[in-house]
């Protein structure tokens, strides 16, 4: 197969690309849904495809395969190289990218316990053990509907400056969604379960453990009150930070979004932060959701600082904005899949720790909200934020008070950054999906913190 | 496209003969061309082609499903045998009935257009040109940040052993523009133009125009006092609002789960009485317009709300089954390739009577309100409850009957299920937005914070 591919690349750059990749892929898919203990499907695919870029007269031509001999390939790269001339017709400044050192790997992934090799009356018998779980909890649960997914096979990257990457894919994500009703009052809740290691992640994140967190979460909110609207102090926790970093922060320092003018742009080197707050994008985290040896540029995953001690010091950058910024690829080019161009996406982005208990975070609040666990967030390029709040608590005098439902947050990413007063000692690192455009599975975390002020919504 | 109908007669029979007792085969092939714009320029041009096949396999009302996007005969007596072996792994389903019968399908009108087959990379890199050129030269503050031109065209068959047989075909065009304006260092929140169509007829020049008039009119932002106003939403708002509350809340696996409002509530006044919406499968031109849904029922139009009036839920085969009554074509196949999905309960074309009003008159009659283009985070609102709480963005703050200011931060809070009985007044500028068709709606009494 790298045979044939060395040869399309090499076809590419004689009939005049600049710079060409050809990227296969061959996966294997489970999936799994479940409604109130039903199975509505158990469900296997198989994908194989190509995904062939090329860069020719400053412009890129993209062109998505689902058969990979040697004649389909060859008219593919012909196909792209000619949509890039065609693009190029118009380019006023020309792409260039970053030099990278060309590699050739074989990366194989070493679970404890291939998917694969699960049959799947065992995943079924697992995820209806969930749902089991959560009615079983309360009464008043009314509907539950989980998700399985595995995803294993292999990525074959060749490009025209002699890298060639042959990387094993892994990936195991569940999730549960659960209802609640009681009189007219309507509540629900949901988590997620994903890693890069091996079906053995069900062996730590159990059915059992899993399913009493999400029923606890939904029954917790029918007793829950709604919250006042307006300004307050508030204690975040490792699940909001998370999602907080990731959407608030993150997104503006993709590089291709801070030189489309996001709220970073112009801010490299400057203090954008309380100088407690350090903040990094890691693809080395060992098993996490966002982890991966290699990006889909071929470049090596790096553990980037974006903030440290409050200074914007980072971007995530793929070849074409490193160029432009005279930077240096970090390895966050990643595609949802072949039928998909690399783009800069997060990996596992977090919250470095600090060293305040969380009675330490708590006490000093009079009157505030403790924000534990999200649902759904998102911001504008220009750092206006929301994250829904699916689990939080009043704080009342220096102590977690009562449960409140449907809140969000909301807030301008800088003005809130320079709020945080305190960080936590504790860390948890979140699974979760990330779309833009496409789809990528990421993590996001950090530890709990103290912030002096955020907009409260919700309680209508 | 004969073929794909073979293909499908080959995986339903291959199953059925490993011992499958109902089957079904969903196959879609599909070519897409399109042309980006990045930061200011057009950077880009893809094309990607697609194909593959879905299979649903049933054994003792247990449900089996494999998909493969490789078309030869070995991969689909594969994926064949892989669904009836699924099948044979899952759990019955008590409530599994059968899958559908034949029906008969109309034809539907404007889904699709020669002339969108024929279009070249070329022509549509003149299109993104002339789009960027209108957006660029309307004022030197504003960004093109992202935007693009795209054309495709597909084929979907659906073939099943109760008789079902369909083939359909279609085409899509649209282009879209996002922007920014800058203004020292006042910078707008990112502000987005689409227009999408089955046939060739979009604007591209308008939206290039509308895109920027948009972020322009975004400089100056200030903050407003909490309050409750007056809300008219324009379409990307309302579709946003929409899709995670009131399109679920009429679906009938949500009201069979109990996880709709709406249970039990047939014949009762949900929404303002000006309010009719109906989902129509076959409208003309629709962008969720075919002959037959997800699994070979025939697309129709139906009424959810008549004059405030709750009607009708949606159904797909399986829920119209647990409920004894018709499906109403409602089964679609999402995600990235239709094929590598079962069906999925969804609207189609989910559509709003539209009103008399033009959107200047929704305007002059408020006093002091909020104009709301677009909002973010809707996908965290309870989709049980229908609450709330997201960012107004791109927003105006009206006063004395006319757009006053672009506003900052605003948010817009509330229960999705009482904006639909505070609706007070509809547009007569009904446009197709995804699965929305809609005119602006005027809301009272929302809660800004």
């Not at chain 1, 982890?291 to 980072?314: A, C, N, W």
């Not at chain 2, 109760?162 to 800058?182: K, N, Q």
């Not at chain 2, 969720?288 to 405030?308: A, L, N």
């Not at chain 2, 008399?356 to 002091?368: G, M, N, P």
Request: proline share 3%; hydrophobic share 40%; glycine share 10%.
């Amino acid at each position: 197969m790298k045979d044939i591919l060395t040869k399309a690349v090499d076809y590419g750059r004689s009939i005049g690309a600049e710079y060409i990749e050809v990227r296969t892929q061959k996966l294997f898919k489970t999936l799994l849904t479940t409604k109130d203990g039903t199975v509505e499907g158990a469900k296997e695919g198989t994908e194989i495809g190509g995904g062939i870029r090329a860069l020719a007269d400053g412009a890129w031509g993209f062109v998505s395969i689902g058969k990979l001999e040697p004649k389909q390939l060859t008219e593919a790269v012909t196909e792209a190289v000619r949509l890039a001339k065609a693009a190029g017709l118009r380019v006023k400044k020309p792409v260039k990218l970053a030099n990278v050192k060309a590699v050739e790997d074989r990366v194989v992934a070493a679970p404890r316990k291939n998917p694969q090799n699960v049959s799947m009356e065992e995943k079924i018998k697992s995820t209806l053990t969930m749902d089991k779980t959560v009615f079983g909890y309360d009464k008043r649960i009314r509907s539950c509907t989980i998700n399985y997914l595995d995803v294993t096979g292999t990525n074959i990257f060749v490009n025209s400056d002699g890298t060639c990457i042959e990387q094993d894919k892994l990936y195991l994500w569940s999730r549960i969604l659960a209802s609640a009703r009681q009189n007219s009052i309507y509540a629900s809740a949901r988590e997620e379960v994903g890693s890069t290691s091996g079906y053995e992640v069900f062996d730590t994140e159990t059915p059992e453990k899993i399913g009493t967190m999400v029923a606890k979460r939904v029954v917790e909110q029918l007793k829950a009150k709604t919250p006042k609207g307006g300004s307050f102090p508030a204690v975040i926790g490792p699940n909001v930070v998370g999602v907080f970093i990731h959407e608030a922060l993150g997104h503006l320092a993709e590089a291709d979004l801070t030189l489309s003018g996001s709220a970073l742009f112009d801010k490299l080197g400057k203090q954008i932060a309380s100088d407690l707050v350090t903040v990094y994008d890691d693809g080395t985290v060992d098993g996490a959701f966002g982890s991966f040896k290699y990006d889909d540029e071929g470049v090596r995953t790096h553990k980037t600082p974006l903030i440290e001690r409050g200074t914007l010091t980072g971007l995530m950058n793929d070849r074409e904005t490193a160029h432009k910024l005279n930077m240096t690829p970090t390895g966050n080019a990643r595609a949802e899949d072949f039928r998909s161009e690399p783009i800069i996406r997060m990996r596992n982005t977090y919250l470095a720790t600090g060293d305040s208990s969380f009675e330490e975070l708590i006490e000093g609040i009079d009157f505030g909200y403790y924000l534990k666990s999200f649902r759904g967030g998102q911001a504008n390029l220009d750092g206006t934020f929301q994250v829904g709040i699916q689990e939080a608590y009043e704080i009342v005098k220096g102590r977690v008070g009562e449960p409140v439902r449907s809140a969000s947050i909301s807030g301008n990413t800088l003005e809130t950054l320079h709020m945080v007063e305190a960080v936590g000692r504790d860390f948890e690192l979140w699974p979760g999906r990330c779309g833009k455009g496409q789809t990528a599975f990421i993590c996001d975390g950090g530890p709990h913190i103290r912030v002096g002020e955020v907009t409260i919504g919700g309680g209508a | 496209m004969q073929e794909l109908i073979d293909y499908g007669k080959k995986a339903v029979n291959v199953a059925l003969r490993r011992g499958a007792e109902e089957a079904e085969a969903y196959l879609s092939m599909s070519t897409g061309t399109s042309i980006e714009i990045e930061r200011g320029q057009i950077v880009r041009s893809t094309k990607s082609m697609d194909q593959g096949l879905g299979v649903r396999a049933v054994y003792g009302k247990a449900v089996g499903f494999a998909y493969t996007n490789t078309l030869t005969d070995k991969s689909i007596e594969e994926a064949a045998g892989r669904a009836f072996k699924a099948a044979r792994a899952s759990k019955p389903d008590k409530n599994w009935h059968k899958l559908p019968n034949q029906g008969s399908y109309y034809e539907t009108t404007g889904t699709y257009d020669k002339k969108v087959v024929a279009l070249s990379s070329d022509e549509l890199v003149e299109t993104a040109a002339a789009m960027l050129e209108t957006t660029t030269a309307y004022d030197k503050r504003v960004l093109a940040v992202g935007g693009g031109v795209g054309a495709s065209v597909f084929h979907t068959a659906v073939v099943n052993s109760g008789g079902v047989e369909g083939i359909d075909r279609g085409t899509a065009v649209g282009c879209s523009m996002e922007t920014i304006a800058r203004n020292g260092a006042d910078v707008t929140p990112a502000c987005f133009e689409v227009d999408a169509k089955r046939v060739y007829d979009i604007d591209a020049e308008a939206v290039g125009v509308e895109a920027a008039k948009q972020a322009v009119s975004s400089l100056g932002a200030k903050k407003v006092e909490s309050g409750v106003f007056p809300v008219i939403f324009a379409q990307p708002a309302f579709r946003s609002l929409l899709y995670y509350t009131l399109i679920n809340a009429v679906k009938a696996d949500y009201v069979q789960r109990e996880r709709s409002a709406f249970k039990d509530k047939i014949g009762e006044k949900v929404a303002s009485e000006i309010v009719t919406v109906w989902d129509d499968g076959l409208l003309d031109g629709g962008l969720s317009t075919s002959k037959f849904d997800g699994e070979g029922v025939p697309c129709q139009k139906t009424v959810v709300i008549e004059k405030g009036v709750l009607k009708n839920f949606l159904y797909d085969n399986y829920t119209a089954n647990k409920a004894k009554v018709a499906s109403t074509g409602n089964a679609s196949r999402s995600g990235l390739a239709s094929y590598a999905s079962t069906p999925v309960l969804e609207a189609s074309n989910f559509t709003f009577k539209g009103g008399d009003r033009t959107a200047e008159e929704l305007v002059a009659e408020v006093d002091e309100g909020l104009l709301v283009y677009g909002v973010q985070g809707a996908h965290s609102s309870n989709p049980e409850s229908g609450d709330f709480s997201v960012v107004a963005t791109p927003v105006w703050k009206i006063e004395g009957g006319e757009v006053a200011y672009a506003v900052r931060g605003a948010m817009v809070t509330g229960v999705a299920f009482d904006v639909l009985q505070n609706i007070s007044a509809l547009g007569s500028n009904v446009k197709k937005l995804g699965q929305l068709v809609a005119p602006w709606i005027r809301v009272e009494d929302v809660k800004a914070v």
